[in-house]
Antibody, heavy 116, light 106 residues
Framework: EVQLVESGGGLVQPGGSLRLSCAAFGFTFSNYAMTWVRQAPGRGLEWVSSISRTGVRTYFADSVKGRSSISRDSSKNTVYLQLNSLRADDTALYYC?????????WGQGALVTVSS | SYELTQPPSVSVSPGQTATITCSGDQLGEKYVCWYQQKPGHSPVLVIFQNNRRPSEIPERFSGSNSGSTATLTISGTQAMDEADYYCQAWDSSTVVFGGGTKVTVL
């Protein structure tokens, strides 16, 4: 059974940083691109970032470009999202999803709250 | 940047057909996916590559994509289909979502 388990969310002050993790189970992790999507409270889905199967190619939404990074560790079957210079409008539930052109499986999400 | 437009809401009576549209520039030239999201739950893929269904999704869900509009159709809508639905396309290596449509089964 495919499972994606996010962790690392929490309350962070404006200007702070956070690293989200997504542990993958039930499939060959190195065969798939991975994607992060966020959803602000009461709002729609917003793509954040994607990383290719090998980790060589990474892509970011304009809203986080320049203050975030994405990486993956195949030895741990885990993908990471580093968020820096956090702002109030980064407050959202951050989902990890498998693949890129279509998001076939989703985790339960990690809540990030940016507030002083 | 590329944009996808969905109606904010659609209402349907039980047993009837719900039609949700998603429009974007030359959308018919791209693959479109659809996701269902119920309150408090993660999104679920219901249609991919315009009209393909994951094996666990009921046959009453179907999709099409032509010109500038993609459509998700729910035939014989059931109360359990009440949810938010999002279209998604892939453009220049970025993932683009529509704003979402709330389907209410009256």
């Amino acid at each position: 059974e495919v499972q994606l388990v996010e962790s690392g969310g929490g309350l962070v002050q404006p200007g702070g940083s956070l690293r989200l993790s997504c542990a993958a189970f039930g499939f060959t992790f190195s065969n798939y691109a991975m994607t992060w999507v966020r959803q602000a409270p009461g709002r729609g889905l917003e793509w954040v970032s994607s990383i290719s199967r090998t980790g060589v190619r990474t892509y970011f939404a304009d809203s986080v470009k320049g203050r975030s990074s994405i990486s993956r560790d195949s030895s741990k079957n885990t993908v990471y999202l580093q968020l820096n210079s956090l702002r109030a409008d980064d407050t959202a539930l951050y989902y990890c999803a498998r693949e890129w052109q279509q998001l076939t499986y989703w985790g339960q999400g990690a809540l990030v709250t940016v507030s002083s | 940047s590329y944009e996808l437009t969905q109606p904010p809401s659609v209402s349907v009576s039980p047993g009837q057909t719900a039609t949700i549209t998603c429009s974007g520039d030359q959308l018919g030239e791209k693959y479109v996916c659809w996701y269902q999201q119920k309150p408090g739950h993660s999104p679920v893929l219901v249609i991919f590559q315009n009209n393909r269904r994951p094996s666990e999704i009921p046959e009453r869900f179907s999709g099409s994509n032509s010109g500038s509009t993609a459509t998700l159709t729910i035939s014989g809508t059931q109360a359990m289909d009440e949810a938010d639905y999002y279209c998604q396309a892939w453009d220049s290596s970025t993932v683009v979502f529509g704003g979402g449509t709330k389907v209410t089964v009256l």
